[in-house]
DNA sequence: AAAAAACTATGAATATCATTCATAGCCATG
DNA sequence: CATGGCTATGAATGATATTCATAGTTTTTT
């Protein structure tokens, strides 16, 4: 008989083309969703998915079962927002550290949606640098923080959001885009430009030119276009999440080339205090906020 | 998690108003839902239902939840349909064999609600009688016959349908309507007027009268209506199904007696071939039998 | 009043069945 | 042709839904 996990699946293939993807997405093995895609075959007697290559597609019946899915698993956080209303946790305070800047690109839209949602959430941007961030979750002054983990503390914790590939990015003719991919002794004599952050927070620095004994010179910026800017008017070399540049790239504004040979890959998590993370607006939001990045974001993978 | 057998008790307990009653109708104990509502309210922090005496109560997150389980519900069952349609399962025949004349009120629109859903299946009404009705579905001459069980014989399943009670159907001054029941002695020295069947197909002869040594002179009508007319007019007694009788005795048209101490009592199934039982309209068929009997039937009780 | 017959709640035992594990086959790509 | 990605599948495992056994309530019956 069907079962909601079988229409989550559904809509996770749906979404993603792919057993495995659509597995990490949901929180579940591979094999998992296959045996679940048996099952329904076998009581639908027909399938749901059709091998196309390297991923799949989803048959007629399998789309049908998609679309009901996207109507009924909307409904259903609908109705868990009214019970929520109704149980009197349908308000309190949402405010946001951002420890990495260009989250603010799938943040903005999220936020908005947020606030339709649960009119009665208190919704702020915590702003200015901290330098523990965690440390205002603690302090009861933010709710969630939007970041790397940065180890076990008690009493926190820490939802998986996604891993995403940070790029180097370059001026369209810059020499160093005949290469495929840079390494660390590649950005020698160069200057970077970054987020106006420590140097531990830069993890093309942390991670790759430090290891490698490089030191930059660094000039900073606040907002993504104005790097972009920078960049492109060849001031240096940026390090940017790859979500965000396809336009620009597309455009022949910059080039991005990978960091390293498997690339230069970061994990984001949403930390909150273990109290509030299942409060029902905190839930909806990691939720939403899971969701719309997977559907928003190109090039972005399921954590964990 | 929320999952479908959830919305599934929840809409049971809406429907019934009492949590037994609700778990024999979704096949399970009463335990079963007992738990399954904890988990539901440890889940949204709210309780579902409310003891109301003897009966139950949704709250208002339960009737949220209810609402919910009502469109959800709905939705997927048009979903497969449309599933059944793609899988070429959608055309056949359901030629319905009856095995007792009064099912003919429920089952009318029933009827029309499923020729609406699966315009593709040959719907037909068996007439005539049968003296082996369950034969006809080994010759591949009908398709379902609701009636009584009559043992198990090999190839076909018998789906429950419902217990309901039998009544004793008196003229509103017939002396017998002093006593709250009647007894087999009692309808010594009357007509019985029933439908065309043989004895052995009247539970009231079959199971009272007979073991009793009673025989009595018999008048037959083929309408239920007609069987009330002669009540009415005062030509002997009838024994007809609870669910039909409500509106003639409010309109003391008629009045209606229990027959023994705690009522005579038959019980409905819808017979297969094994076959198409599992056929995705049979299926359909048989759940919205199930949902509108229950709907609509008063003083009927869920089977085995 | 007392007893019987409904009903519901709950902890412990059980059974079911979803998930993982281990593995093999398949398809791309360098 | 080897490597790394993917998917399918039977057997083992683990989680958890369901039943069992039981006690507490409320309603009906005598």
Redesign the interface.
């Known amino acids: 008989?069907?079962?909601?996990?079988h229409l989550r699946t559904i809509s996770a293939l749906h979404e993603t083309g792919s057993v495995s993807r659509a597995a990490r997405r949901v929180h579940l093995t591979q094999s998992a969703l296959s045996h679940q895609i048996r099952v329904l075959q076998a009581y639908?007697?027909?399938p749901m998915i059709q091998r196309r290559g390297q991923s799949i597609e989803l048959t007629?019946?399998g789309r049908?079962?998609a679309?009901?899915a996207g109507?009924?698993l909307e409904?259903?956080q609908e109705?868990?927002r009214?019970?929520?209303r109704?149980?009197q946790?349908a308000c309190g305070s949402l405010r946001i550290v951002l420890e990495c800047h260009t989250c603010f690109d799938w943040l903005m839209p999220l936020m908005d949606a947020f606030r339709r949602n649960w009119p009665e959430v208190e919704l702020d941007l915590v702003s200015g640098f901290h330098a523990d961030p965690l440390k205002l979750l603690e302090d009861g002054s933010a709710d969630v923080v939007i970041g790397s983990e940065h180890g076990s503390r008690r009493d926190i914790v820490h939802h998986p959001l996604f891993r995403f590939e940070i790029l180097a990015v370059l001026a369209p003719e810059h020499p160093l885009g005949a290469k495929r991919s840079l390494h660390a002794a590649d950005f020698a004599d160069t200057t970077l430009i970054t987020y106006p952050v420590p140097e531990d927070r830069i993890d093309l620095i942390s991670k790759v030119l430090k290891p490698a004994g490089i030191r930059l010179p660094r000039r900073t910026a606040e907002l993504t276009v104005a790097i972009l800017q920078l960049v492109a008017s060849r001031r240096g070399i940026a390090a940017l999440p790859s979500w965000g540049l396809k336009n620009y790239v597309e455009h022949d504004y910059v080039i991005a080339r990978r960091i390293g040979t498997s690339g230069l890959w970061s994990d984001l998590y949403a930390s909150t205090p273990s109290k509030t993370s299942t409060c029902p607006y905190m839930r909806d939001f990691l939720s939403t906020a899971r969701s719309t990045c997977f559907a928003t974001l190109e090039g972005i993978v399921p954590l964990k």
């Open positions: 008989m069907l079962e909601l996990r639908y007697g027909l007629d019946a049908q079962l679309a009901l109507k009924v409904e259903i109705t868990e009214d019970i929520a109704l149980s946790q």
